[in-house]
């Protein structure tokens, strides 16, 4: 108990200096780097330009963009800065923070204190929205990392993942990663201000929340299967497998075999060359003559009809000619009778 | 007596504020947040849960933090 009062108070101290480090100073000197960036390649294009080296002009013009972008993108995050710093804020100290740890420790069913790799994980209960259990779920925050955007993960402990998701965990979570949704503004001022309490707090809430209007996976398709075809959710007990591979699929998507009357998929399925039926690769035979293949209705021992009938051709035409029987001529050895 | 009011709602604000004596949790939420629904928030007064009728003291720390909030894609 007494080492976990020491431990939890040396990472408030920890977790105090990572949000002193500010870093206005370090982003200001970035931002100077942006600068001197745009600079250099302003002067190699210039200077291509006037020598005319188009090729040489191009390459200069396209790092050019990418270097004001970064500037643009600094600036923007500067801006952001001063607007957090201007806003009236509680400032964090120390014993707050070791507060707020200790009252984690009654809100949540168990929390992890990890100093050597920066980071405090609680575990949530057992979530459950509209009747999906997705389980319980560690928020582990990266303190090294808190003044940055979504400083923290989000695992599902027994994941509870939807077969057209992947990666989803959660209908708001995917790749480990929370959306905060309009729990974001809350979150970044918890975590400016060491609130850790409320910060964890806002997060589980986010994750007991279901948001269908925007979800990664909505939670009817939840338990759904994926049909590998046209990427449609069916319900699982009316996907099929096909018979041969077991590539899930919808009703659409199966092509039943008219000789074996299973179901498989298109890779698995083809049809008859010659009455079209649709068959399966393991129904359709080739023929010994052609090597196209057929089902085994349009065979006869291992023979298409086409090529039986080009055989019967062939062998009536090979078939030696009959000499015709000797027929008496007409009126021949008759003596006409007069009337 | 002096508080420290937290909402967790929608962007999220952390001050000091004024309180007379004898304010319960139901009428700072009132005074400084809304209509009270106490299903729809975690109340917590120095991140104990508290009941709406519960009295604050001088140097409370009370917080406010929805019980919905909806997250994205």
Known sequence: ?339 | MKVLLISNDAGGYAHHVEAPDNTTVQQMFERHVGAFHAESYLIRVNRQPAAADQLLRDGDRVSFTPQKIEGAA
């Open chain 1, 1 to 339: 108990m007494k080492n976990e009062i020491k431990q939890d108070y040396r990472a408030a101290v920890e977790m105090m200096q990572s949000l002193q480090h500010m870093s206005d100073a370090t982003s200001m000197s970035h931002f100077d780097d942006s600068i001197e960036q745009c600079k250099r390649w302003q002067r190699r294009l210039e200077m291509a330009t006037q020598r005319n080296w188009p090729t040489a002009a191009r390459d200069a013009s396209d790092r050019l963009h990418g270097a004001l972008d970064i500037l643009r993108m600094r600036a923007t995050h500067s801006i952001d800065n001063l607007k957090r710093q201007s806003r009236s804020h509680i400032e964090p100290t120390a014993t707050l923070i070791f507060q707020e740890i200790q009252a984690l420790r009654g809100e949540f069913d168990a929390v992890t204190i990890e100093r050597s790799i920066q980071r405090l994980t609680v575990t949530t209960s057992s979530i459950v929205l509209d009747g999906v259990l997705l389980g319980s779920f560690e928020i582990r925050l990266n303190w090294k990392y808190i003044k940055e955007s979504s400083p923290f993960d989000v695992i599902a402990l027994e994941p509870n993942e939807p077969a057209s998701g992947e990666g989803v965990t959660h209908p708001h979570v995917q790749s480990d990663s929370l959306c905060e949704g309009e729990g974001s503004d809350a979150i970044r001022r918890a975590l400016d201000e060491g609130r850790l309490y409320d910060f964890f707090c806002i997060v589980d809430q986010i994750l007991r929340t279901y948001n269908s209007g925007s979800a990664y996976v909505q939670l009817d398709d939840w338990n759904g299967v994926n049909c590998r075809s046209c990427g449609d959710t069916v319900d699982s007990d009316q996907a099929l497998a096909c018979s041969n591979c077991e590539t899930e699929l919808c009703m659409e998507c199966s092509t039943c075999c008219d000789s074996c009357c299973e179901r498989y998929c298109e890779e698995c399925a083809s049809s008859c060359e010659s009455c079209g039926d649709d068959a399966c690769k393991m129904c359709l035979k080739s023929c010994d003559d052609c090597g196209e293949s057929f089902c085994p209705s349009c065979l006869y021992e291992g023979t298409c009809d086409d090529c039986l009938n080009n055989e019967n051709a062939e062998n009536a035409k090979d078939e030696p000619e009959q000499p015709c029987p000797a027929v008496q001529p007409v009126c021949v050895g008759k003596a006409s009778v007069p009337a």
